[in-house]
């Protein structure tokens, strides 16, 4: 599943909310964008699985929610990211990581602790 910025900007405000969201709110929080783009953006939202809908009344009125979590998503993309670029090894994109020159020590630090802690949840 694939989102574009423009549908990113519906979901954070649908996360960030943690309940379900209007039309009207939604709009209220992204106030650059038309009703009725918000509603293509969330229709497609829809088809694509990442949102849930119902309508209210007879007006363009909706109520939203997520179907698919922050973290859910997050971890998807970064599976497919993972496979795509690194063709599913982990080690290839931690090794790709560590030659940043911009990771700092409290980085560096930070993963091996994860590592680390992986390692032991899985003995």
Do not use: C
């Not at 670029?85 to 560590?98: D, Q, T, V, Y």
Request: proline share 1%; aromatic share 6%; glycine share 4%.
């Amino acid at each position: 599943m694939q989102i574009t910025k423009a549908e990113m900007e519906i979901m954070q405000v649908v996360w960030e909310s943690e309940q379900r969201v209007t039309t009207k709110e939604i709009a209220e929080k992204l106030p650059d964008k038309k009703i009725t783009t918000i509603l293509t953006l969330a229709g497609r939202l829809i088809d694509k699985g990442a949102l849930h809908a119902i309508k209210l009344g007879r007006s363009h009125a909706h109520e939203y929610w997520a179907a698919i979590s922050e973290a859910e998503y997050k971890k998807m993309q970064t599976q497919g990211f993972l496979h795509t670029i690194h063709n599913g090894s982990a080690k290839s994109l931690i090794s790709a990581l560590f030659q940043d020159e911009n990771l700092s020590k409290k980085d560096i630090d930070e993963l091996r602790e994860f590592i680390n802690r992986e390692a032991d949840s899985h003995d």
